[in-house]
């Protein structure tokens, strides 16, 4: 067994370290009391259990940002993804390895944020709340080492009521189907319920921590 901990580098990664080994692409800094509706990957430490009522000021930064309850195991931060597309997936937001090289994901944690949660259990003008049907889901797609789209994906559902499924909490995203990639990206798929007619209308929304990373 111990041959196999050496062999499997098996590593967790917070975003202090993430850099070492992710470029995240994307990624935008959050203007000084504003947000990042454009969309992208975010270093956050907001956490704001409240997710029935929204701040008078500042709401953004600590609704859009949150988790319900902080990190991944106490962690003190964690990153947000904003973003998806109905048609064009090759602008979606994600992560890669910045020395080019492809290496197996084994998983992240990832739960809803605080914004995610308040439209889809409170429901706003846009879309919500939940019915028994509804479902709201993260789906990863990898790129190999010659930037092809591999043929699995990893998809998590963050809510699945018939299922009982609702991430208020973290959970374990499996993305080892996917394979050797130097590149995820993900996107957000909701039942149509979740639609305003034209395309989704819940929030394009996920926290998520703790990449572990097979090295050889």
Same mark, same amino acid.
């Given at each position: 067994?111990?041959?196999?901990? &050496?062999?499997? $580098?098996?590593?967790?990664?917070?975003?202090?370290? @993430?850099?070492?080994? !992710? /470029? &995240?692409?994307?990624? /935008?800094? $959050?203007?000084?009391?504003?947000?990042?509706?454009?969309?992208?990957?975010?270093?956050?430490?907001?956490?704001?259990? *409240?997710? %029935?009522?929204?701040?008078?000021?500042?709401?953004?930064?600590?609704?859009?940002?949150?988790?319900?309850?902080?990190? #991944? #195991?106490?962690?003190?931060? !964690?990153?947000?993804?904003?973003?998806?597309?109905?048609?064009?997936? +090759?602008?979606?937001?994600?992560? %890669?390895?910045?020395?080019?090289?492809?290496?197996? &994901? *084994?998983?992240?944690?990832?739960?809803?944020?605080?914004?995610?949660?308040?439209? @889809?259990?409170?429901?706003?003008?846009?879309?919500?709340?939940?019915?028994?049907?509804?479902? !709201?889901? &993260?789906?990863?797609?990898?790129?190999?080492?010659? *930037?092809?789209?591999?043929?699995?994906?990893? %998809?998590?559902?963050?809510?699945?009521?018939?299922?009982?499924?609702?991430?208020?909490?973290?959970?374990?995203?499996? @993305?080892? +189907? $996917?394979?050797?990639?130097?590149?995820?990206?993900?996107? =957000?798929? +909701?039942?149509?319920? $979740?639609?305003?007619?034209?395309? =989704?209308?819940?929030?394009?929304?996920?926290?998520?921590? *703790?990449?572990?990373?097979? !090295?050889?």
């Amino acid at each position: 067994r111990m041959s196999e901990v &050496i062999h499997y $580098l098996f590593t967790v990664l917070h975003f202090y370290f @993430l850099f070492l080994y !992710f /470029q &995240i692409i994307f990624s /935008q800094p $959050l203007p000084k009391g504003g947000s990042y509706r454009g969309g992208g990957h975010v270093i956050s430490n907001y956490v704001r259990e *409240d997710f %029935e009522t929204y701040p008078d000021e500042g709401w953004w930064a600590a609704v859009q940002l949150s988790t319900l309850y902080g990190g #991944n #195991n106490g962690s003190s931060n !964690f990153c947000v993804h904003n973003g998806y597309s109905a048609t064009d997936h +090759s602008d979606l937001p994600g992560f %890669e390895f910045s020395d080019g090289k492809a290496r197996v &994901i *084994d998983h992240m944690y990832v739960t809803n944020t605080t914004y995610a949660t308040n439209c @889809l259990l409170v429901g706003d003008s846009f879309t919500g709340p939940i019915r028994d049907d509804s479902w !709201f889901k &993260i789906v990863a797609t990898g790129y190999d080492e010659n *930037d092809n789209e591999v043929a699995e994906k990893a %998809e998590c559902y963050l809510c699945d009521v018939a299922n009982g499924i609702f991430a208020d909490d973290w959970v374990q995203f499996d @993305l080892s +189907s $996917l394979g050797k990639v130097k590149k995820v990206v993900f996107n =957000m798929y +909701s039942s149509t319920d $979740l639609h305003n007619g034209h395309s =989704m209308a819940a929030p394009a929304y996920f926290a998520y921590d *703790d990449v572990a990373v097979w !090295f050889e």
